[in-house]
């Protein structure tokens, strides 16, 4: 099933989400169905807050980077219950887009490593490292997680300058290729 997409603006996506455990109802479907709706909007990671869920669960697939960083042909993951601990690093810039921001693609400032514990699809746990682009996308859908968009981590002059924009898709003034669900 490909779920619509909450759009800037919608509540859910200013929550923060909750742990969840093996025996939520219907996760595998919603592993599958996540996965599905991602590569469907064409993204790279999929927060449950983007659709309409606030429990700490995100997918990731970074292959479209596998050119520039072959480690990322097969990064295939599931994050379940995931917690940073640690962030390490110089910061450094990557141009990000979200599907819940349509249109919108800036500049973001993220350390370049985290160390970072979740479950996976089975709820084993994992204590893992992540560096560059893995770490990036990581960090981006784990900021949904606790309401997080990568607008709120823009310098406040491109906030300030993408204002306007950013009302515009709240009240519904975007375009996107994939389904869309707006709430208050």
């Not at 940073?84 to 993220?110: K, Q, T």
Request: aromatic share 12%.
């Amino acid at each position: 099933m490909i779920y619509p997409i909450y759009i800037y603006g919608s509540g859910v996506l200013r929550q923060e989400s909750r742990d969840i455990t093996p025996d939520y109802e219907g996760f595998g479907q919603l592993v599958q169905d996540m996965f599905e709706t991602m590569y469907d909007s064409d993204g790279v990671g999929l927060a449950a807050p983007q659709i309409g869920k606030s429990i700490r669960l995100f997918v990731i697939d970074g292959s479209p980077f596998a050119e520039d960083d072959p480690s990322l042909k097969d990064f295939k993951k599931v994050f379940v219950n995931a917690r940073i601990y640690e962030r390490m690093g110089d910061e450094w810039a990557f141009n990000e887009g979200c599907l819940s921001v349509p249109g919108v693609r800036e500049d973001v400032m993220r350390p370049e490593k985290i160390r970072i514990r979740y479950q996976d699809e089975n709820f084993v746990e994992h204590d893992e490292v992540f560096e560059g682009v893995a770490a990036r996308i990581i960090q981006h859908e784990y900021d949904h997680l606790d309401g997080i968009l990568f607008v709120d981590r823009l310098k406040p002059l491109r906030k300030t300058l993408l204002k306007s924009k950013l009302q515009k898709i709240a009240k519904g003034n975007y375009r996107a290729s994939y389904r869309c669900k707006q709430t208050k």
